[in-house]
């Protein structure tokens, strides 16, 4: 069974990449979260930001381990516009929980 998760770092291509060269991803997506914009587009993407979707194999590779790359690629500058923020949108309270997690860990550095 595949796990998803969900990263807006920034555009959304290099994170494509990023992720979609890591052990145990299947595949990855790109698109627009966390907006109450009907269809948004390149063009019209309202008040969304820019994400890939990766769909991986926890067998192969943590949610844990995912998000470990995020932070280490994490540029918080990135708040500025919110089309390009930096953003975890996580899919159930576990990666609620252990996104919270790391945060307060990348925090204390």
């Known amino acids: 069974m595949w796990l998803q998760a969900t990263f807006a770092m920034s555009w959304f291509w290099h994170p494509e990449a990023l992720f979609g060269c890591a052990q145990g991803v299947i595949r990855t997506r790109v698109g627009y979260t966390g907006g109450t914009k009907l269809n948004p587009t390149y063009h019209n993407m309202g008040d969304h930001t820019e994400t890939v979707d990766i769909d991986f194999d926890p067998s192969v590779v943590s949610y844990e381990q995912m998000l470990k790359l995020f932070w280490k690629h994490h540029d918080p500058s990135t708040r500025a516009k919110r089309q390009y ?7 159930d309270e576990a990666q609620e929980a252990l996104a919270k997690k790391t945060m307060e860990e990348v925090r204390k550095i």
């Open 85 to 91: 923020m930096s953003a975890i949108f996580f899919h």
